[in-house]
């Protein structure tokens, strides 16, 4: 399961965002639109993630309808007539992935994802470590260590064994120790190798 900080719970006041000149990026107008859009969401019923791509949007949202349950398309928006992007061109794309809700634009090149936000996938057992970590780094992903990898898009993930937390944060110092130097000499995390290195065998 996936389970995102902050990203589900009781809906939050509507604050209302002026227009500003300060709002970066080369197209404002436009993005202040998508901006509101998003606030509208976030408002009504709880936090949507907005993942901001060149022009992969559709493409994107459709990748990760694929890999996980209980997922689905939204409501895609195209481009207007006289618009910085050609008319009828996909502009957002609503989707939903293992019940998170998520918002893709396409904004243009300036900005690229980085590991300073991840998603996190709390595994219960091997195959859905194996299973996750095969499907987000095949066709150009990258796997990382202790369990980092970024897909194809460039969108960090951690893929982790629930447990692991309990491990590393275990008050007997040496177990937690030995499950962290464990964690740190991996890519893909081994939960067998966890638990072992964990209980001292």
């Given at each position: 399961m996936i389970r995102m900080v902050g990203a589900a719970g009781d809906a939050a006041p509507?604050?209302?965002h002026p227009p500003s000149d300060e709002f970066p990026g080369?197209?404002?107008?436009?993005?202040?639109?998508?901006?509101?859009?998003?606030?509208v969401l976030?408002?009504?019923?709880?936090?949507?993630?907005?993942?901001w791509f060149d022009n992969e949007a559709e493409e994107a949202a459709h990748y990760y309808v694929s890999i996980?349950?209980?997922?689905?398309?939204?409501?895609?928006?195209?481009y207007p007539e006289?618009?910085?992007?050609?008319?009828?061109?996909?502009?957002?794309?609503?989707?939903?992935?293992?019940?998170?809700?998520?918002?893709?634009?396409?904004?243009?090149?300036?900005?690229?994802?980085?590991?300073?936000?991840?998603?996190?996938?709390?595994?219960?057992n091997q195959e859905e470590i194996d299973y996750y970590w095969t499907k987000l780094?095949?066709?150009?992903?990258e796997p990382?260590?202790?369990?980092?990898?970024?897909?194809?898009?460039?969108?960090?993930?951690?893929?982790?064994?629930?447990r692991l937390d309990d491990m590393v944060s275990d008050p007997d110092p040496a177990k937690a120790q030995r499950a962290m130097t464990a964690m740190l000499s991996m890519g893909k995390l081994d939960i067998a190798a966890l638990e072992k290195a964990y209980a001292g065998e």
């Open positions: 509507r604050i209302n080369r197209d404002r107008s436009i993005q202040m639109t998508a901006f509101h859009t998003l606030e976030m408002a009504t019923d709880g936090f949507t993630t907005c993942l996980f349950k209980n997922s689905s398309i939204g409501r895609i928006a195209r006289e618009a910085p992007r050609p008319a009828g061109t996909v502009m957002t794309v609503e989707f939903t992935a293992n019940g998170q809700k998520f918002f893709a634009l396409n904004g243009g090149p300036e900005f690229k994802f980085n590991e300073a936000i991840s998603f996190v996938i709390y595994c219960e780094t095949e066709n150009g992903g990382g260590p202790c369990g980092w990898l970024k897909d194809k898009y460039g969108v960090s993930w951690q893929v982790t064994p629930e």
